[in-house]
């Protein structure tokens, strides 16, 4: 498994989320409740982009270390 292409793939997706929350702050058109509303999906994919990052390199440690024995 190429991890490093997985983690460079999330890692442009998580770019792109945080260039759309910049929008959302910076966008002085919007209310605070709207902008926090906007924001938590944001934040959700984020989080959850981290921990499928870090649940793939667990797999990937793993089944490295079971090849070894």
């Given amino acids: ?4 292409f997985i983690e460079q793939k999330i890692n442009e997706i998580i770019t792109e989320l945080e260039k759309e929350v910049m929008v959302l702050v910076t966008d002085e058109t919007i209310d605070k409740q709207n902008t926090n509303l906007r924001m938590k999906p944001l934040a959700s994919a984020k989080q959850i982009l981290l921990n499928a990052l870090d649940s793939i390199k667990m797999v990937d440690r793993l089944n490295q270390e079971d090849l070894k024995k």
């Fill in 1 to 4: 498994m190429n991890i490093e």
